[in-house]
Structure formats: C-alpha cells, structure tokens
C-alpha cells in the first residue's frame, strides 16, 4: 500500500468543459470539503467553500454576476481570487467588512481537467498538461463506493502504474489503453475520471465503458470483502 505523503496535493475535482466562464457554479467535494466551483468571465478557475460566510448557505444555490459571486439569500456578492465581499445590495452605500471573505482554494487547469489543493500555504507546481497523453479521450468517471486509497491500491493489483508525481495511474480495461484519476472525495468515496486512448463513440470505447462498470464493482466487492471481520479458524 502507498503512503498518502507522496500523493500529490492536488485533487482532480472536474473536468474543465463542465465549469463555464462566468456562467454555472458546480458542487464539489476534496477530502470531505464541500466546493462552489466557478470561473470568472475571464475564465479564471475558482474552487471556493460551498458556504457563503454571511449565513453559511450554499454558494452552489447563488449565481455569477460576472467576476463575482452572489449569495442565494441576501445577494451578497465576493469577488473571484480573494473572496472579499464587495457588496451588500440591502445596504448600497455601506462599505462591506474588510475581513469578511469566502475561503478560497488553489485551483488550476490542466489536461482536462480543474484541480483543487487544499493546503493554507503555497501550493506546489500544479499537474502538467501532459498528465493526459496528446489525443486521448475522456471516458467516464466512476463513482465508486470506497476510500481513495483502496481504489489506487485496487487499480495498481490490476496492473496500473502510477506517474512520477503520483497523480494519475495508467493501465489497461477492456484491451484498451486507460489513464485513471482518482478523486479522494469524501470517506469511503472516490471518484475516478478514465481518460482512454480511443476516440468518442468508438467500439473501444464502448467496450471500455461497459469493463468500467465491471471494475467498479469488482473493487466495491473487494474492498467489502476486506471490511467484513474474519471468522476464527
């Protein structure tokens, strides 16, 4: 089993077609931590607490004015990057507090996909484009009903080997060349995003949607199979 030190820090959260400028905000989770995920217009990726600091409703229930935020509740709006409040529509002439702020995290493009860190302190280089080879696919993400680490450790007993940087794991599903990314999203739930080396609507990739289905509960079973105490001999 491989130690949660050298995973790297940054969390495939969404792919980055599904987060558009200025537009939608859409919910995520990193390690039990809810997330609005949004962008400004210029397309700048924003990965924020799924709560507004006012009275702690959803972000993800507020719309984007723009390169703000707005609350769903009193309309209060944050600007993209810092979180500052800029404006309470009740009160137009009161300067919002200084201090009060959305928790913003790191958040980044990168083959496809919009990683998040978590960390306080300054994040270490992001992932590269080329997590992701030139030409290949997006196939599915699987939801699957175990911890992050159990997924990874299922995957690397089928084969996968994991990149220098720990950040995604290549191996093979359904005789088809498959790169999986795989999401700590909550306890005893991970979400793994299959990028393959096979065009859209391809019968390899139809082939590789179906085995995915397989693997998912393959590793449920697995994992099931691990939690269930032993019997004495």
């Keep these: 089993m491989m130690s949660a030190d050298s995973i790297s820090p940054w969390h495939p959260v969404a792919r980055s077609p599904d987060v558009r400028p200025g537009a939608n905000i859409v919910a995520g989770f990193v390690q039990g931590q809810e997330l609005a995920l949004w962008r400004s217009a210029d397309g700048a990726a924003q990965a924020w607490e799924n709560r507004c600091p006012h009275r702690s409703v959803r972000f993800t229930l507020g719309r984007v004015l723009k390169d703000r ?27 919002p507090p200084r201090n009060l702020c959305a928790k913003v995290f790191s958040a980044v493009d990168a083959a496809g996909m919009l990683w998040v860190n978590l960390a306080s302190e300054a994040p270490p280089a992001p992932p590269q484009d080329d997590i992701v080879p030139a030409g290949w ?36 599903i359904g005789q088809v060349d498959t ?44 994992i099931e199979q691990y939690r269930r105490p032993q019997k004495a001999a």
Aim: with cysteine; proline share 5%.
């Design 179 to 222: 790169l999986a990314l795989v999401l700590d999203a909550q306890p005893n739930l991970a979400f793994v995003h299959l990028w393959a080396d096979a065009a859209p609507g391809t019968e390899e990739m139809k082939a590789l949607h179906t085995a995915a289905r397989g693997l998912r509960s393959e590793i449920e079973g697995e």
């Design 137 to 172: 696919s997006f196939c599915r993400t699987l939801t699957v009903r175990a911890d992050a680490a159990g997924v990874r450790d299922a995957l690397v007993r089928r084969g996968f080997a994991a990149d220098a940087a720990w950040i995604a794991w290549r191996g093979v």
């Design 69 to 95: 935020l707005s609350c769903a509740y009193h309309g209060w709006q944050y600007a993209a990057g810092s979180g500052q409040c800029t404006s309470i529509p009740a009160h137009p002439d009161m300067p």
